[in-house]
């Protein structure tokens, strides 16, 4: 959409000439101007959202929405789970296509009053992405620089976002079209912050090592302490994790020697060299943080050493990315199960079915994340926000200087 005003309230009404016009009016407040440091911006995060055990995450964004708590949602892949539902189109034909719809009409409580931004996941292959990018088509795309639609960057007031896709390979080289996008922008996200323009840079894609990142549960594709995840399904809850191999040299390998690609790292030095603040992944279906970390090292304040025993909750001009794995708003595949915690992540650790450790506890734990800046003080807030009742289960405050 364009020419709007910054930062102003725009009532609207919406329909064709078959339907008619919707009776209600609807209100949105357009985005501030790059570089406006007159208010706060608040945003909400979430990966892998069905319509199962969903329904207070959709309930509790929709209160907030009409309460202005926050400015816009970021959906990061596998939006509404109707794949799952595929194998049924001849018993119930249009089930695909159906549940997409309903789930489109729910998040509609929320969609309606704030801008839904979406990146693709795994569950969004069907038909070649063709569903997914056929309701993706307005993402800022081409206005970034960015042919394809499935990744994109935009900025709103002082906060620059990158939007990436790991689908069909577009990131598994370092050479791919993606990847080289990925690095122009970055670089001119980095001139923009300079430049006094931003002050935050935030990434996110679907999957923890996808081109990079970090995760300690079961799952095979995360190390944590040189151990590596064996479970390749959600519901393999008997699957454990095991030791990296030992090489011909009789030398134990580690997650950065054993585990990690070049691409993993080629992407984790291009984020340090951007000064990435916050890198955000989803597929696994838990909650989990990290300090700020680089070759799977803990650090602090700046380049020090993560302190022992430290809560991890404030970071002051980290030289290193966080990462932050969100993958539990409510879905009807569940995980459950953890890796012995490496001293990278930090803060709570929640899982899909609602426990902390491997005992279901009434599905409690469900959540999103809410990003909130300070622009005086140059902070940036990060919480787990419970769906069940709006508190916050854990939170940690970055401050540039």
Known sequence: MTGLEPNTPYYYRFGDAHVGMTPATYSFRSSPSVGDASRKQTFIVYGDMGLDYSEGTRAMLARMAAADEFDWVIHNGDISYADNRIGQE??????????????????????????????PGNHEGPCDYGEYEARAAHMPHL??????????????????VVALSGEGGRLSHTTSTEMVWLEKDLAAATA???AGKIDWIITHVH??????????????????????????????????????????????????????????????????????????????????????????????????????NNSGDVFVAPKYPINVNNGCP???????????????????????????????DGYTHFGVLRFTTAPAEKSLRVEYVNSANSSVLDRFTIYRK
């Not at 249009?94 to 931004?117: C, E, H, Q, R």
């Open 207 to 308: 999957y923890p090592n996808v081109p990079t990142g970090y995760c300690s549960s079961k799952m095979g594709y995360c190390c944590a302490k040189g151990n590596v995840g064996m479970r390749t399904e959600l519901e393999d809850f008997a699957a454990g994790y095991t030791p990296l191999p030992v090489d011909n040299n009789g030398t134990t390998g580690t997650c950065v020697t054993s585990f990690m690609t070049e691409v993993n790292k080629y992407a984790e030095d291009l984020f340090v060299k951007a000064g990435v603040d916050v890198h955000i992944t989803a597929h696994q279906h838990v909650y989990e943080r990290t300090t700020p970390v680089y070759r799977y090292t803990a650090y602090g304040n700046g380049s020090e050493p993560f302190p022992a």
């Open 143 to 160: 206005g970034s620089g960015s042919d394809d639609v499935q990744y994109y960057s935009y900025t709103v007031g002082r906060v620059h």
């Open 90 to 119: 001849k018993e119930h034909p249009g089930i695909y296509n159906g549940w997409m719809d309903t789930f489109y009409a729910n998040v509609s409580a929320y969609g309606l009053l704030k801008p839904y931004m979406m990146s």
């Open 192 to 194: 923009m912050r300079a």
């Open 330 to 360: 409510g879905n009807v595949e569940l995980q459950d199960v953890w890796m012995p915690r490496p001293p990278w992540s930090v803060g709570g650790r929640y899982n899909a079915d609602g426990s902390a450790g491997t005992t279901p």
